[in-house]
């Protein structure tokens, strides 16, 4: 077998592989004699088949058969030979195939950039620190009292961010018109679903209060006949509500599922919950930060097959997540990017685990599994899937080698300490994740 | 002889172990051929068709068989069969040709 390569790009190989031709027609010939005892041909008994028979009728077939997969496997062989990892699937030119001839072809293909880390000592990252602070808290509490908020009818005139409960109806010229009448409506004042004026219309009313609203419908009204006409409206309001927001006490804490120790207790578990939520922020921060250095540093060539296959894979993922309903038909160019990023990335991990020999650390993985089980409800069951599912301990492997090549660009490079507050945290830990 | 009449001469090969055994031994190849085609027709048409030489033609009459459908009795119609000897050093690749 003659191999020979050029170099036709930056990572593009030509390899040209010429099989002699007795390896191919020895193939060919064994292929045929046990067709011979089997095939079944109009005319002849099934196995009475005269050699030459077989040969003048499935020789070209067979001998096509042959060569492709010959190709293959003299490619792999010849890869061999010359210490090539080809990146992506190759292209394959074939030459003639003809009997008695050497089978040649020439296969281009990318490769693998041959490359050696740049030193990390210069680099500098930024390491965010956040403590959380009981105002934090207080400000978590609070949302959550938000989420929870109830609405309790009172003896008032309504106020901006009360819900009314109101009868309308509206005529235009003295006529009635279509969807201008409703009773028991709930509106939120302030939330501006009705029209221009409706709600601020409100403002002030008691229950049992009548009021006519003098208004007009807005020129972009999705109605024609409307569009811009004035009306009036009759409105009675029946109900006027306030928002009332849950007190922070026990009961809040129970309807938030921590039914022992009360405030206390609740506060405890909001803390918790944080701290988790800030320490993956603060390592996502972080891992994106270095793994930006690392880019930067090693500024190298990628296979432009292995972005294509990147860029389908996104695709793919994107549509899942849209529905699979419709073909999208995404532009490609969409995830070319991140595409490239994330195939760049592949090969400098890969490349900093082997050129430092990082064994995955079972300590730390067993730590994130748990960590991930102690989010859900009940984590005995979260661990046992984990450890009966080989995909998902193999994406939580990938997650640790990550993290103890992150360990590793962070030894090396020169820390900053930066104080953040957990909201901007929060925030800078979205960005980088896009 | 016309060249039209020729090309419809022949009307298909004849492949079966019985046939291949010919050609290997005696290079004669059979043809179903019109009924009412002679011998130098076959000839000429074979000839010309295959571009080989015929030293010898033989002919048959083959008799329809006897089908019957339930009780409808049926015949096959009569047809005529050629094996042709091509000279030494020549032969006809009927599979390669299909």
Redesign the interface.
Known sequence: MQVSVENSGPLERRMTVEVPAERLDQEVENRLKSMARTAR?????PG?V?F??VR??YGRQVQMEVASELMNSSFQEALNQEGLRPAGGPRIEPGEIEPGRNLEFTAVFEVYPEFSLAPLEDIEIEKPVTEISDADIDAMLDKLRRQRATWEPVERGAEQGDQVVVDFKGTLDGEPFEGGEGSDMTVELGSGRMIAGFEEGLVGLSPGDEKQLDLTFPEDYHSEALAGKAVKFDVKVKQVSASKLPGIDEDFAASLGVTEGGIEALREEVRKNMERELENARKAVLKDRAFEALIEKNPIEVPAALVEEEVDRLAQDMQNQLGQNQNLNLPRELFQDKARRRVLLGLLIGEVVKANNIQVDQDRMRTLVENIAAGYEDPEEVLKWYYGNQEAMASVQTLVLEEQVMDWILDQAKITEKPYTFEELIELRQAANS | MSQERLMKVLLAP????K???LA?TSRQYAFKVLPDASKPEIRQAVEKLFEVKVTNVQVSRVKGKAKRFGQTLGRRSDWKKAYVTLAEGQDI????AE
């Open positions: 041909i109009a005319g002849f008994r009475k005269p030459k028979v003048q009728r | 004849l492949v079966s172990e046939t291949a055994r290997d690749d009927f599979m390669g």
